[in-house]
């Protein structure tokens, strides 16, 4: 099942949401955020979980002001409510003209996840994907990808979407 986009498999216990395992694909990938924006913000907004829309709600906004429904309802498999809408040019509605994010404290799960996407293999096991476009990969300055980043940097929004 691995694919050169694959980082890495998650193995977690689903009651205490704790990680059990982390099998790392690649060894030598580096990530730093350039806070560019290219990619993670002007191409429209990511989907939203339950707790993304909560945490964007206590921060003053309404659903209505930031969210798109899933058309039809959600689907009880899918952890996801909507998508964050998107200006005009397509960019996020919280992208200030600057590539800064104007809720970047708050922002949405997939938001704190780029460039790496999370997919559930079975009802204990995701697998830690690339999105290989983003200037911050394999950057020379960049932290190493490895067991102590994922648990450090991506352990909450990991398991947000994965359960």
Known sequence: METNEEIARILLNPETKQILD????????????KR??????KLGGP??????????????YSEEEFMIP???GTDCSSPFLGSLKAKEDGSCIFL????????YDHRP?????????????DFQSVVLRLVPCCT?????????VDEQFIVNSLLDARVDLAF
């Open 96 to 103: 200030k003209s600057d590539s800064e994010c104007s809720i």
């Open 109 to 121: 799960t997939l938001c704190k996840l780029y460039p790496f996407e999370v997919f559930r293999i």
């Open 47 to 60: 989907k939203l979980t339950k707790s993304d829309a909560e945490r964007i709600e206590r921060i003053g």
């Open 70 to 72: 899933i058309e039809g």
């Open 22 to 33: 982390i099998a790392l694909y690649r060894k030598n990938l580096r990530f730093k955020c």
């Open 136 to 144: 911050g990969l394999n950057s020379p300055d960049g932290e190493l």
């Open 36 to 41: 560019c924006a290219i990619f993670c913000c």
